[in-house]
């Protein structure tokens, strides 16, 4: 890089611990937030990143998907600081929108019940503006962060739930890839994540480690697994049972109903009627 030119990555959230995900990218001087997350574990004002460190108002914000811990602090921030861009799929933006919508009304019955007086940090208002303020692009295609921005961005497909995407940064002089969360296997409902093309030479890697120290040879591969849970659902309805699947909202729902509608039309399971409830069936509606 030339002296002139600056590059700043700060973590604001989600460094050595899984929620509140939030980077702060600074290239001569225009920011850049990559992703806008609350933390599962935590409540009120601690549950957010550390907007403190900002200093002013970001330019730009790019959302990797659709998660909570991803996104849920996308009104917060835009509350705070108006007039943001927001960058993400179309599918996370749809996916977005309900999700929310879905952690107001869970603040305010936290605040209720618990008496978090914290709560609700924004309400469906803020959710709406939110929203329109969101600029969709697909996958592999290139844009430009703001018209004056010497940032170019680039959405790649990550395989981790609907619209999930990697981030891929350039600068005149240099290159960041943002993974985001990723998921290398063909699931039931999308494939595994694309990898960059072997001519994009990455300086600046900042990739998720959630299952990085996970031995592979010890899980049992996709299908398989897929199998053994058909088969256990299959025992179980078998010997006048009923089977009751917790699963998360966005993401796991979807795979698991998507599996068990499978396997009944393959005559492995039963066909007993299926029912999904709460945030997991909207969000397939």
């Known amino acids: 890089m030339k002296r002139n030119e600056t590059l700043t990555l700060t973590v604001l959230g989600g460094g050595g611990e899984v929620g509140a995900n939030c980077f702060q990218l600074c290239y001569n001087g225009y920011q850049v937030l990559l992703d806008c997350g609350t933390h599962p574990k935590k409540e009120g004002f601690d549950a957010l990143p550390e907007f403190a460190l900002l200093g002013r108002s970001p330019n730009a914000l790019i959302i ?28 996370t933006a749809r996916v977005m929108d309900r999700m929310l919508h879905n ?21 469906h208002e803020d959710v709406g503006y939110a929203m329109r303020s969101i600029r969709t692009h697909g996958f592999e295609e290139r844009f430009f962060l703001g018209d004056d921005a010497e940032i170019e961005a680039t959405f790649h ?23 985001s969360d990723i998921c290398e296997i063909d699931q039931e409902l999308m494939n ?4 960059l093309n072997g001519d ?86």
Do not use: W
């Open 157 to 179: 497909h990550a395989g981790h739930v609907l619209g999930s995407a990697s981030i891929l940064l350039r600068t005149p002089r240099h290159t960041l890839f943002y993974t």
């Open 192 to 195: 595994g994540y694309a990898p």
């Open 64 to 91: 990797s998907h659709g998660h909570v811990d991803h996104c849920g602090a996308t009104p917060y921030l835009l509350r705070q600081f108006p007039g943001v861009r927001v960058y993400s799929t179309l599918p």
């Open 103 to 123: 952690s107001v009304a869970v603040m305010e019955t936290l605040a209720k019940e618990r008496g978090i007086s914290e709560y609700p940090l924004y309400d």
């Open 200 to 285: 994009v030479q990455v300086d600046t890697l900042v990739i998720e480690s959630t299952q990085g120290a996970s031995d592979e040879s010890a899980i049992y591969p996709y299908p398989q697994e897929s199998a053994r849970l058909g088969e256990s659902i299959r025992r179980v309805l078998k010997g006048g049972g009923s089977v009751l699947l917790p699963c998360f909202a966005l993401g796991r729902t979807q795979e698991i109903l998507n599996i068990v509608a499978r396997q009944q039309e393959e005559g492995v399971i039963p066909a007993v009627p299926i029912y999904a409830s709460g945030l997991g069936r909207a969000i397939y509606e």
